[in-house]
């Protein structure tokens, strides 16, 4: 059937809906066993006081990373996107720039030379040469960054956090992060757009995983050339589902917090800085608070009561979408958590415990991971009762090997698809007994509801932004095609 | 060999002596089998917002329940308090009594009565009625403790919360909790001697499991035989060990906080009230806080750094003994946690986590248990694994029997006396990496050192009493004999 073509968008939606037709559904990560290339594991030494270190919490061990890196690559293909002819050809590109360690602490300590500051960082156990080396590697990925853009005639601003604003990203056709996975979280937090993909450049290989970004630790000196690639068309759109979260609540939704300075009259510029949403403090600034938009306000008639929701009572969609995950309990880490949780439309479960998250195949390498993740110590103590209980002695407990390969197989099984459209559920050490009854702490759902019984709970998105979330109010959590999130990778 | 008796005290001391030569250090709990007496579970159907379960992070499903109940009763006897003759004969007792639940509510609704009190109730989902119950219940112990109190001639005060000063409890030469396990805890922080005995009456066994008071759950209509039994001298000593920390800091240490009302300018009277240290909310009142003893500052030359301690750090023993667990780690429950952590005379290890709790074999049924147990889910993954990995398909993970009982035993593992004299670490969330390199997230020692390296972290004792420890400070824990809780039970 001959159709007229008058843009790539029409040839992709297209492909799309014949691809819809036929599409499998996304299945969960298959166990890989051949060995594959294991990425570079570099040694961040750093042992300054504030560990800048965005990933962290996405870091595996060897054995995990590797398996990660092949599974969700493999998947990958098997997602809608792979039958879209890729291209990038934006005109209008907006790049967000994390601020490095060495700039904020010029900024923090103003009016100290170099010298001073060195001896400054020095005292509390940080490498001030360390500190100006990766921003030096930082602002070299960036010039080649701006200076290949150029070369392929397309118009670029570059912004740091208080500048990207939702005008910027409206303004631009694409946006790159340059910075770690910390700063592409970020970076994705004000697209709500499928169609305007989200590039990841990871400046800091060293400190940074770069699961979110090309080529995860790419070399400076390669840079020049993915981007042509880029250009040129020869990659695949990788689509990363992301969370919707509906809230209700007696007197509307708070405003957002930005996880920061919990401690009030701290002088925000000596605010604890990092590039991790989900690592202690971000600089603070009251217009950052503001530049995030207000909760969009809707009144609904709740239809899972059937009955009018009290006027008083406000439902707001929130202006963010987690990419990673939604932690919902008690502000106060040694604070027991109460809520209610229900599966699609089963009926809602009390459940007592230290709060819960729900997360996306991309969070599933992250905080969810790290909480469901056994230990060797755990595997091998447990094989050790089977094998006694069972009578089983060839159980290979104590062989070391055996019991490394049975973990990592275990905790490879936590991980799942980026494009899979599900939330993963994972409630941290549940409180079982007569009045919470035992029920699989983890699972899937494609809609999540959560009932505060909280005192000073909040939900928080991407380990970064907060919101008040108590007794009386609900969320509603869910994956919508609409929200994904469209970044590139290649194969 | 005759030896002149002059009081039971000598008879005690000799006996304590003679035992010292011989004894046998404490030892993990053997795994019972054999069926044993289920203490009674009761649905505890409170729906209120304000769960009112003092107890419930204690609360272990059935089987596990009974396994603890025979576990600990049965290493007690090896504890060297076994070998004193019990006499239990003071002149002066101490009452701590809970608030009830109606009590509060009354105090908080000053001027309105039964009737609009009860629809206040309803309208927040709790139930008027089971609140006068238990109130009624609670009454109903305490009366019969002091009546049998004074038929035995012992001289008894009463107070509650406010009231349980550190005067109080050095006039009295014993004590008892009538409430549920959070008030024994509340009543044994302020004993500092071994000498002292502490004893719990649980006035709520629908509520409280009791744990720590004497039978668990004693029936009211057998207290007045139980309490005759206990000035017969027919029961046993039960020595509970505790946990003494000392901790450095730049500055000194901060002033306890009652973890209870984090949010400011929230009236004192609104505050959320709960039993349980480790629950939302305790009411707090500003003269309590100043009722807690300012630490002990003494200046020390560290030992461990073999340099003398600049003047401006500060040793300071913690005013209040942990009998439960000590947990460290950031103060909000989404930010990571980063510390070093050295056990024993070891090098200190860097970590990064969502906390560490430190416990005692008390406190190994609380938090520290609900953090490692493995659920069924869990297990079941892991045996099909082991199947699949080892080609062993005898391996019963389909079999729901075998998949709980393995679960069980694994379980009643973490599980260890209250007599042991060492403490049981357990990192939460433990997070791998080449920085932070794997360590077994749990285990024992005689000492654990831990130096902050965070952000807004605090060390809290027993979930109720919080220190700012912030990077800079460190912590020494340990067991030490003149801390032990005497408490008594019954065989």
């Known amino acids: ?63 995990l990373a590797a398996a990660l890196y092949q599974t969700q690559n493999t998947q990958s293909k098997r997602s809608i996107g792979n039958m879209e002819k890729p291209s990038f050809q934006p005109k209008k590109v907006l790049i967000l720039s994390k601020l490095t360690r060495y700039e904020f602490e010029k900024k923090v300590h103003k009016g100290c030379d170099d010298d001073q500051l060195a001896t400054i960082l020095k005292k509390r156990g940080s490498d001030y040469n360390r500190l100006l080396s990766k921003h030096k590697i930082h602002h070299s990925y960036l010039n080649t960054l701006q200076r290949e853009l150029e070369n ?89 589902q992301r969370i919707r979260i509906t809230v209700t609540g007696d007197d ?76 919902v309990g008690e502000s106060l880490s040694s604070r027991v958590s109460y809520y209610e949780i229900g599966l699609n439309e089963e009926q809602m479960l009390k459940q007592k415990s230290s709060g819960i998250t729900i997360c996306t195949g991309t969070g599933s390498t992250s905080w969810h991971f790290n909480i469901n993740k056994l230990t060797e110590q755990c595997v091998q103590d447990l094989m050790k009762i089977v094998a006694e209980h069972c009578n089983l002695p060839q159980i290979p407990h ?11 197989k275990f905790n490879q099984q936590l991980i799942f698809d980026p494009d899979r459209r599900q939330l993963a559920f994972s409630v941290r050490d549940p409180i079982f ?22 005192y000073d709970a909040h939900l928080v998105i991407d380990g970064g932004i907060s919101y008040r979330f108590n007794d009386g109010s609900e969320a509603v959590m869910e994956v919508r095609d609409e929200d994904t999130l469209r970044t590139v990778v290649f194969r």
């Open 1 to 63: 059937m001959r159709i007229r073509i008058r843009n790539v968008e029409q040839v992709n939606q297209h492909l799309r809906n014949a691809y819809l037709c036929s599409t499998q559904p996304s299945v969960a990560p298959k166990t890989v066993l051949a060995p594959q290339p294991r990425p570079v594991i570099v040694d961040n030494g750093e042992s300054s006081r504030y560990w800048v270190d965005p990933t962290n919490h996405m870091r595996l061990p060897k054995s």
């Open 433 to 454: 007994n007569a009045t919470f009854p035992p029920t699989d702490p983890r699972g899937f759902a494609d809609k999540i509801r959560i009932k505060s019984r909280g």
């Open 152 to 240: 392929a005639g397309i118009e670029s601003r570059l912004v740091r956090r208080f500048g990207y604003t939702q005008e910027a990203v409206d303004w631009a056709d694409a946006v790159f992060s340059a910075g770690g996975d910390g700063t592409f979280l970020m970076a994705s937090s004000k697209v709500r757009t499928k169609h305007k993909p989200v590039i990841g450049i990871n400046t800091d290989p060293q400190g940074s995983e770069g699961y979110m970004c090309l080529m995860r630790k790419l070399p400076e000196e390669n840079l020049a050339g993915a981007l042509k690639k880029l250009f040129h068309g020869n990659f695949e759109w990788l689509y990363r």
């Open 398 to 408: 104590a062989d070391k090997n055996a019991v490394s390969e049975i973990c990592t």
């Open 252 to 327: 509307g939704i708070s405003d957002a917090i930005e996880l920061h300075d919990q401690q009030l009259n701290r002088d925000p510029s000596t605010a604890r800085w990092t590039d991790n949403p989900r690592s202690p403090a971000r600089e603070i600034d009251v217009e950052e608070c503001m530049s995030l938009s207000p909760p969009v306000k809707k009144r609904m008639i709740s239809e899972s009561d059937k009955v009018v929701v009290p006027i008083e009572k406000e439902t707001v969609e929130l202006p963010v979408l987690a990419l990673n995950e939604v932690f």
